[in-house]
């Protein structure tokens, strides 16, 4: 392994702007990672290694040629399969939409081509979303760094995994009810939930429109900063895309500064569901934080008990509508059945045939939930629970600056071990549902080793257009806790050979 | 009432009912309408993207990703189709919503790019209007509006192979999106009472008013025969006005306004049939036939309807301030109706006069004609009257024609002149006619040698011809008989083939026979 690739993305753009490696170079020191490693992890569905390297040299002539770039220019990224890119197949993990090539690109994909960072290719993620373990792919499961036996978190476990193993240093994920957040904090990365509607949703593939969001993941809370300055930012396609300005997020990383800053911990997320060394990591974490001057108040937030329920009703009744479109007649899959093929019998065979049972499983509830006859009980219900804990949020945020959490019960757990249990396997997202029901940015980093020796995160929680809170504490953390740990916690994740497997 | 489950047997004695008489049907039973109208806005680009909103392109060519629905697309409201929509419902009389979102109407169909149509559902952007209809002798019916919504179109399946151009027996079927997402709103009425006898002529008024004011608002180009207006017509019977409201039928996409006028009278006629043999009229989607003047059920559906109406999470709720509708409603243009009044007092037609003009669809044109320089009565008299006569030996309307109102105000101003008399001013109109609009009147007149004959020489040749011709009938006037002339002012007309300036002629007899007028 290079030196070159464990650099934060924030160091390899230093490094560019001062000559010391060209993009070329250190786009192909990660093609290289991606080819050594990437039979182990899977964290890929598609590399896009020929555009990476255009890009890379583009920008090498460009700087040479002494013109204006942007901070991130030729710092690879990895781009979670759910946004579209043009010319490039995207298939959100299923069946259904194998070897479907987009006619354009999303919103944000066309920010990171703008600001000139090569793309590496398609991250592998649970199928159209729906997962906390990247095992229901149609392209196989991603594996954790950490542990080639361990699931890498989900539905984003594929950029993660990427980020975890230096596969990318910088990469795209998308966050509906934990799916940035909970793979940062079983690969030991970091993840950035941002405010509902900061980061274009034009060109993600839809599961809860009301809930999902993108945002960066990577290995330091600044390069998240660096990351998330390029992806946001209003977009007249998204009509639920904010106009108002933002704080400056990177110099908020920067900060290092905690002082009088008041940090509430949820007292509903503190219950014996978290595993013994996950709290002990989150509680060594906010005495480091109140050492350095912050203020940790205890808040209650009541409603959040009714949270999972409400978000298990409201994302697969959006889900099931989101998935209609996929039908077998204007692209991707088409399966024909053999007597008598009308529309609606394709229809129906392309549905049966490329969805997987996870999918299934949330279209025929929210399917039901949306039924005649019983939208009030679940719907309707669903969406008052959904007010209710928006008024928790604002009722702690009159008390606090921001709320803390661990970010998932557990550190990753090993493969198979949920995937036949739904229910148990929602629960992981019991402590990042509230963020999404109330629409406000989360961001999780990771909080030391617990048990098993793998890593844990602790995730904070701040008003909605407060992403830059979330940037300040996470940064201020993880530069007490590196002090602490003497290094990046990564530094502490085996070393992946290679063919391991 | 819901459709129950019947024997086949049941249905075969239902389908069988013979219909009642029109007259006996409306005697016996009291007709209530209902009627939905979609229109579609004439916005440069679709309701939620920016594809442009164009008739007749090759198949799939006016789309974009999002009106494709592919996967990641979302929509953005076009704020000119809820200026649109908006404009309606003040011109309906309507209340304007502070706040309003769409929601998702969900069913698999080829045509529907998202398997859901985004459309709005318990929150319309206009509700609680009402609009009067004038019927053709004059009397005012007015119906009550429920909603006006704004919503998408779909796409259009064509089917192929089949004999019908309908998807039994077809092969296989080709859809062309162009259509979806284009920019819909549909106005719902309140149950529209009390209109017995009349009904199927309110139901084709009400419509043919909704489409007068699409276009005085240049809100749609509202061309029934390219779908731009469509009409949803529900009709049901009760034993009079005071018994609840019976089981309705809706009849769908009811093309034109025959069409419309038809439609209702067979549905009462049928119904009334059903409910004098005894059996419950079936509530149940219908198609009208324009061949036999008939209608028949639709596709049986065989689950119950479920739309699973949820609010649209891609959009946010429209919100249109109150100072933008204010200045909307301050800008509206003068409404038919009121137009109507005010020509009847500027042009001095009677209301007789007035309502024929509107049936006949040539109030636009008079008034192009008028604006152009015509008098108001000579152009009535032109369209109503020649030009109405062309029309129908042609089977199309007026406008159809090809002949513009620039003309008729030309040849109204030969006439005028003196140029030409009314005889020429036929024959000139029969020549552009004739070419299908081509040509000026005052070119044809020339080029034909049609001018009026007001050289005294050669009007004196012939008067002195006829005089010598018809000494018997030169005798009767100068015995007095002054109304003989016409005898003489024949062959003077014959002499120079129509064109003599008929006055002038008149005048000529007169004073060679020495007698006064």
Not at chain 1, 117 to 131: Q, S, V, W, Y
Not at chain 2, 34 to 43: A, K, N, R, S
Not at chain 2, 283 to 293: A, I, L, P, S, V
Request: charged share 25%; with cysteine.
């Amino acid at each position: 392994m290079t030196d070159l690739i464990r650099k934060s993305a924030a160091e390899m753009a230093a490094g560019l702007a001062a000559g010391e490696f060209s993009a070329r170079e250190l786009t192909d020191a990660h093609l290289e990672r991606i080819e050594a490693v990437d039979s182990d992890l899977n964290a890929f569905i598609t590399v896009t290694a020929d555009d990476a390297r255009a890009t890379a040299d583009a920008v090498d002539s460009a700087r040479a040629a002494g013109k204006q770039l942007a901070p991130l220019a030729g710092v690879p990224v990895a781009v979670k399969d759910i946004a579209v890119t043009r010319g490039v197949q995207t298939t959100a993990g299923s069946t259904m939409l194998e070897g479907w090539v987009p006619p354009y690109d999303a919103t944000l994909v066309t920010h990171l081509k703008q600001a000139r960072l090569p793309i590496l290719g398609k991250t592998n993620m649970d199928e159209f979303a729906m997962g906390s373990s990247t095992e229901t792919s149609a392209y196989g499961i991603t594996r954790n760094p950490w542990n080639l036996d361990r699931i890498p978190g989900g539905s984003g476990g594929g950029s993660s995994a990427a980020v975890a193993g230096f596969e990318a240093p910088l990469a795209i994920g998308t966050d509906t009810g934990g799916s940035i957040r909970q793979p940062a904090s079983v690969t030991g990365t970091v993840g950035v939930k941002p405010t509902y509607g900061s980061v274009s949703r034009y060109g993600l593939i839809a599961m809860a429109s009301s809930l999902d969001q993108a945002g960066p993941c990577t290995r330091t809370v600044e390069d998240a900063a660096l990351l998330h300055d390029v992806i946001g930012g209003y977009d007249p396609k998204d009509s639920t895309s904010i106009r108002d300005g933002f704080g400056d997020f990177v110099a908020a990383a920067r900060s290092k500064d905690v002082k009088g800053l008041r940090v509430g911990v949820i007292e509903q997320l503190e219950h014996d569901d978290f595993d013994p060394l996950v709290r002990a990591r989150f509680e060594e974490s906010l005495a480091l934080l109140e050492e350095a001057g912050a203020e940790i108040v205890r808040v209650s937030c009541p409603n959040f008990e009714y949270a999972l329920g409400a978000y298990y009703l409201i994302m697969p009744s959006e889900a099931s509508s989101n998935l209609a479109k996929f039908d077998g007649m204007r692209f991707g899959l088409r399966v024909i059945p053999e007597d008598n093929p009308t529309a609606e019998r394709v229809m129906a065979a392309t549905r049966g045939e490329g969805f997987g049972a996870e999918v299934k499983r949330r279209i025929l509830l929210g399917t039901y939930a949306l039924s005649s006859g019983y939208y009030d009980a679940y719907y309707g219900s669903a969406q008052k629970v959904r007010t209710l804990v928006q008024r928790d949020f604002a009722a702690a945020y009159e008390k606090v600056d921001v709320l803390a959490s661990p970010t998932a019960p557990t550190v990753a757990f090993p493969l198979g071990q949920k995937v036949d249990n739904p229910m148990t396997m929602y629960l992981n997202d019991i402590a990042t549902i509230p963020a999404n029901l109330a629409g406000v940015p989360g961001m999780s980093l990771p909080s030391g080793l617990a048990e098993d020796g793998l890593p844990a995160g602790i995730q904070f929680l701040a008003p909605a257009l407060g992403d830059d809170r979330l940037y300040r504490v996470g940064g201020a953390l993880e530069a007490l806790l590196e002090h602490k740990w003497g290094g990046p916690i990564l530094a502490q994740a085996p070393a992946l050979e290679g063919g391991a497997r | 009432m819901s459709a129950q489950p019947v024997s086949a047997n049941k249905v075969r004695e239902y389908l069988d009912v013979q219909p009642l008489d029109f007259d006996d049907a409306v005697k016996t039973y009291d007709p209530v309408l209902g009627i939905e109208v979609h229109v579609e806005l004439g916005t440069a680009t679709k309701m939620f993207d920016g594809a442009p909103n164009v008739f007749a392109a090759e198949p799939n060519t006016a789309i974009t990703e999002v009106s494709l629905g592919l996967p990641g697309t979302l929509p953005v409201v076009n704020e000119k189709a809820v200026e649109y929509a908006i404009r309606i419902g003040l011109a309906l009389n309507c209340e304007i919503a502070e706040s309003c979102r769409f929601a998702r109407k969900q069913y698999f169909y080829p045509d529907l790019t998202k398997n859901f149509q985004t459309s709005q559902y318990d929150e319309p952007i206009a509700f609680d209007g009402w609009v009067d209809v004038e019927l053709e002798d004059g009397e005012i019916v007015r119906v009550e509006i429920e909603r006006a919504h704004m919503e998408e179109d779909a796409g259009k399946n064509t089917h192929i192979g089949g004999s019908t151009g309908r998807i039994q027996g077809a092969t296989h079927s080709q859809v062309d999106y162009n259509r979806a997402g284009v920019p819909l709103v549909e106005i719902v009425t309140r149950p529209i009472p009390n209109v017995g006898e009349r009904a199927p002529e309110v139901a084709a008024a009400y419509v043919r008013t909704l489409r007068d004011i699409f276009r005085a608002l240049d809100v749609s180009e509202a061309r029934m025969e390219r779908g731009n207006v469509r009409a949803d017509i529900n009709v049901s019977l009760r034993a009079d006005a005071d018994a609840p409201l019976g089981t309705r039928t809706e009849t769908k996409n009811v093309n034109s306004f025959r069409a419309i006028d038809r439609a209702v009278r067979f549905e009462i006629c049928r119904q009334a049939g059903v409910l004098d043999a005894g059996m419950d009229v079936v509530q149940e989607t219908r198609h009208f036939h324009d061949e036999t003047g008939e209608t028949s059920p639709g596709r049986v559906k065989t689950d119950a309807e479920d739309y699973r109406y949820f609010p649209e999470p891609d959009l946010v709720p429209v919100a249109p301030s109150r100072d933008w509708v204010e200045q909307l409603r301050s800008t509206l243009p003068e409404l038919p109706a009121a137009r109507r009044r005010r020509l009847i007092g500027e042009w001095g037609f009677s209301d007789f006069e007035m309502r024929d003009v509107i049936n006949a669809g040539a109030l636009d044109l008079i008034q192009e004609t008028v604006d152009a320089g015509a008098k108001p009565q000579a152009a009535r008299k032109w369209w109503m009257g020649e030009l109405a006569r062309y029309a129908k030996d042609k089977g199309v309307e007026l406008d159809e024609l090809g002949v513009s109102s620039a003309q008729v105000a030309e040849l109204i101003g030969l006439i005028d002149e003196k140029k030409i008399n009314d005889k020429i001013g036929r024959q000139v109109l029969g020549v552009i006619v004739e070419a299908d609009g081509d040509g000026s009147p005052a070119q044809i007149v020339e080029d034909k040698g049609l001018a009026v004959v007001s050289d005294d020489s050669v009007l004196t040749d012939a008067v002195d011809a006829a005089i010598a011709d018809n000494p018997d009938v030169v005798e009767k006037i100068k015995g007095g008989k002054v109304q003989a002339i016409g005898a003489l002012m024949g062959p003077v007309m014959k002499a120079t083939r129509g064109q003599a300036d008929a006055g002038r002629v008149r005048q000529i007899i007169m004073e060679k026979l020495g007698v006064a007028g």
